[in-house]
């Protein structure tokens, strides 16, 4: 019995453990580990950007094979506004090591990915040698494949290939598995036509540029943010110490792909504007699709056209205001680019951000 109160023990110190690092940060690592996590939504900095840490040991070895010390390490996995216009993933690592016993040896790894060669491939096997103290950083890429007009999520699992300085890291070396990446969901096509790109798809997608600061989009903004007010959806609370969504407080928007139904959200929204202000410009057809090109209209609608809370889906729960329509089309402009570059999809949830 004494074993199994000791087991609940330890768990329960591990759990504590595990909820206290929640708010740690390691600018010492990189300046984008304003906050670590060990895994899953915790580590998330953005759709492109996480800090994770993760521990593990490794045996050092003398040349007869025996056992005479342990690198007792503290690893960083992190990635820094990785592009999205890519298939190619580059993680980097640092590792924070302190040896115990007979210190004649020093041990370098080799980190990667455990995916298969159908998910992900590399090039080389590079390795960074764990001196006592910081390592320099090392940057793994892997290319992950997807197939033409598709998407895939992965669910990269760290292993650490490791070996004494003097010999050479293979894939048949002693390997510790680490930690599991935050899921990463690349795609060919979807977001936009003749693109690519990957994101980390638990991170919330928030359209920042339309700014209330900004002149060429101030009028949207302003509109933007009064349906927000009044309880239209799509305003951006994050949570204390998180990136992610407080939804207490935080209702999403969601991509619409379907061209007919984003064509007849925007004629509902027109028909409120000419109901509401006797007219609109004769430029107004642009739905805000990331495959349209934008155009002049001072016919400004909230929310969006190429979303589920559409002025047709929603049944009229939409605000439209008359506004400028080159600062209208900039913002289209904006709101096109943002679906690209975070890789929101049809259905994808997503907010937007004027303050």
């Given at each position: 019995?004494?074993?199994?109160?000791?087991?609940?023990i330890s768990l329960m110190l591990m759990f504590i453990f595990n909820k206290s690092s929640f708010a740690e940060s390691a600018l010492d690592i990189s300046p984008v580990c304003t906050k670590v996590g060990q895994g899953g939504e915790e580590s998330l900095l953005s759709r492109t950007?996480?800090?994770?840490?993760?521990?593990?040991?490794?045996?050092?070895?003398?040349?007869?094979?025996?056992?005479?010390?342990?690198?007792?390490?503290?690893?960083?996995?992190?990635?820094?506004?990785?592009?999205?216009?890519?298939?190619?993933?580059?993680?980097?690592?640092?590792?924070?090591?302190?040896?115990?016993?007979?210190?004649?040896?020093?041990?370098?790894?080799?980190?990667?990915?455990?995916?298969?060669?159908?998910?992900?491939?590399?090039?080389?096997?590079?390795?960074?040698?764990?001196?006592?103290?910081?390592?320099?950083?090392?940057?793994?890429?892997?290319?992950?494949?997807?197939?033409?007009?598709?998407?895939?999520?992965?669910?990269?699992?760290?292993?650490?290939?490791?070996?004494?300085?003097?010999?050479?890291?293979?894939?048949?070396?002693?390997?510790?598995?680490?930690?599991?990446?935050?899921?990463?969901?690349?795609?060919?096509?979807?977001?936009?036509?003749?693109?690519?790109?990957?994101?980390?798809?638990?991170?919330?997608?928030?359209?920042?540029?339309?700014?209330?600061?900004?002149?060429?989009?101030?009028?949207?903004?302003?509109?933007?943010?009064?349906?927000?007010?009044?309880?239209?959806?799509?305003?951006?609370?994050?949570?204390?110490?998180?990136?992610?969504?407080?939804?207490?407080?935080?209702?999403?928007?969601?991509?619409?792909?379907?061209?007919?139904?984003?064509?007849?959200?925007?004629?509902?929204?027109?028909?409120?504007?000419?109901?509401?202000?006797?007219?609109?410009?004769?430029?107004?057809?642009?739905?805000?699709?990331?495959?349209?090109?934008?155009?002049?209209?001072?016919?400004?609608?909230?929310?969006?056209?190429?979303?589920?809370?559409?002025?047709?889906?929603?049944?009229?729960?939409?605000?439209?205001?008359?506004?400028?329509?080159?600062?209208?089309?900039?913002?289209?402009?904006?709101?096109?680019?943002?679906?690209?570059?975070?890789?929101?999809?049809?259905?994808?949830?997503?907010?937007?951000?004027?303050?």
């Open positions: 019995m004494y074993w199994i109160k000791y087991f609940l950007s996480f800090c994770q840490k993760f521990n593990f040991e490794v045996p050092v070895l003398n040349n007869d094979g025996f056992n005479v010390a342990v690198a007792k390490v503290t690893g960083y996995a992190y990635t820094a506004n990785n592009p999205t216009n890519v298939l190619n993933w580059p993680v980097t690592f640092r590792f924070k090591t302190v040896y115990e016993g007979a210190q004649n040896f020093i041990i370098k790894v080799h980190p990667r990915f455990d995916c298969t060669e159908n998910e992900c491939t590399f090039a080389g096997m590079p390795t960074v040698p764990l001196n006592t103290g910081l390592s320099a950083p090392i940057t793994i890429t892997p290319t992950m494949k997807v197939g033409s007009g598709g998407e895939q999520r992965y669910y990269l699992g760290i292993k650490l290939y490791a070996d004494r300085s003097d010999k050479t890291v293979t894939t048949s070396s002693f390997y510790v598995n680490g930690p599991t990446l935050p899921t990463l969901r690349c795609d060919v096509n979807l977001a936009k036509a003749n693109t690519k790109g990957c994101v980390f798809t638990d991170a919330p997608a928030v359209l920042n540029k339309i700014k209330i600061t900004d002149p060429d989009v101030n009028e949207s903004a302003i509109h933007i943010k009064e349906a927000q007010n009044s309880g239209k959806p799509g305003k951006y609370v994050a949570q204390s110490g998180s990136v992610m969504p407080d939804t207490s407080y935080s209702t999403p928007l969601t991509r619409l792909r379907d061209a007919t139904q984003r064509r007849k959200n925007r004629t509902a929204s027109l028909n409120m504007c000419k109901a509401n202000f006797g007219s609109y410009s004769s430029t107004c057809a642009f739905t805000g699709d990331s495959d349209e090109t934008p155009q002049d209209c001072d016919c400004d609608e909230y929310p969006f056209a190429a979303t589920n809370q559409g002025a047709d889906s929603s049944g009229g729960n939409v605000s439209v205001k008359k506004i400028d329509p080159s600062d209208n089309r900039r913002a289209g402009a904006y709101l096109g680019s943002f679906f690209n570059q975070e890789r929101v999809l049809d259905g994808d949830e997503f907010y937007v951000n004027v303050d």
